[in-house]
């Protein structure tokens, strides 16, 4: 799709969203994707029951629960999003709003992605000769694709299937074993059960052909078969000035940090870890297995044999500033979670997601807009401004203010750079007493 096609579905720009109260953003909500009645009282009560939970996993006792936020302001491909995100830390959802915002009226964000092929790998050990049960495996490849084929008729019915078959030979302290992995397209669905079922079906039989003996027999997490790439160009660099560097000088700020992630690990693990805050509550929130999705972003991360980052900034001839990132993304709208959690549901009801590889694109692209909007702000104001604001609150809340209150004083320790908690209960105390001397005031 050309990005400079003017976008024919609704907006993602939701001016002042954050302004709003509860009831407010609900409203808000309710006009993006009309909501049931049941769908309001889901949002407004625990989306998830104990009792559901109870059929979820086993020895349930009850559910916990996190913020669900919604990032605005996403345009991926000239399609608007709303990004729900399920996370407990403070600043990440209003940073990729305020990124994403910034890209849609600066420039243009892209994403692709591969077909979503899965990776099955079956272990055999002991062979009497692998490189000829290697060479024996392959001479079956088509059998063993169609009897893999045979285990789900519905995956194939829907267009997808196993694609293709491979064999590895690794040395190990065990000796050399044979490695077999299975491509298989599983559509809409992550797909980790159907892909398990097939190499437990073929395990044994590759194993007797093989004349050696099967353990391992397990879809891989490193789904690099998989991929999304994601893509977007900032045009106009005035849009990043900030804490007194112009946009330029910003935007080459922004570069040179990514060069520090990049060649240092150190830095690499915290700066893929911004990748991910935007990606895990998504994941979350529509019912994934993040854990899947992290293992897979971290493993690709090393996938040349160091660990570096997984996002990529650089400025063109025509000075203007570009993120990548290609990473495996897992995901899937059907099966599991997404079928039985109500919270989900409605998840992704607002994103109006029609297939696993557009929620992929989703998700990779606000992985790629959070991680650019805390190199930004880590290369120009500095972390700790935007973070002290927000967490400002927090340590009100939790010195005993509530509601207005402890919005005056959370701005008014951010005010001072004093976010203590002996400071907020100060803070509040003479608050209190100020209210308490104007109530009597007004009295008589």
Known sequence: MDHKTKPQNRSSRFPGFYKLDLVQRHEKLDEWCRLTTDEKWTL?????????????????????????????????????????????????????????????????????????????QIQIVDSKNPQTGKAKILERKDDLIRLANQQDPTLIDIGGGARDLDVRIIDTPSGEMIIVHLYVDTRDAMGANVVNTMAETLGPIVAEIAEGEVICQIVSNLADRRTVNVHFVIENLDCLA????????????????????DADPYRAATHNKGVMNGIDGLIIATGNDWRAVEAGVHAYAARDGRYRSISKYYLDDNNHLHGEMEIPMPVGIVGGVTNIHPGVKILLKFMGIKSGTELAEVAASAGLVQNFAAVWTLATEGIQKGHMTLHARNVAIFAGAFGELAIKVANQMAHEGRVKYDRAKQIIKLLLLKEEEENKKNDT
Request: charged letters at 20%; a negative charge; zero cysteines.
């Open 44 to 120: 407004k009560k625990e989306t998830l029951t104990a009792e559901l939970a109870d059929v979820m996993i086993e020895n349930a006792i009850g559910v916990f629960s996190l913020p669900i936020g919604i990032a605005v302001n996403f345009q991926i491909n000239s399609k608007d999003y709303i990004v729900p995100m399920v996370i407990e830390e403070s600043s990440v959802v209003a940073a990729a709003s305020n990124a994403a915002r910034l890209i849609r009226e600066n420039g243009y964000l892209t994403a692709k992605s591969s077909d979503p092929i899965m990776i099955s």
């Open 242 to 261: 900030r804490a007194g560097y112009s946009g330029e000088d910003a935007a080459r700020r922004i570069v040179k940090a990514y060069h520090f992630a």
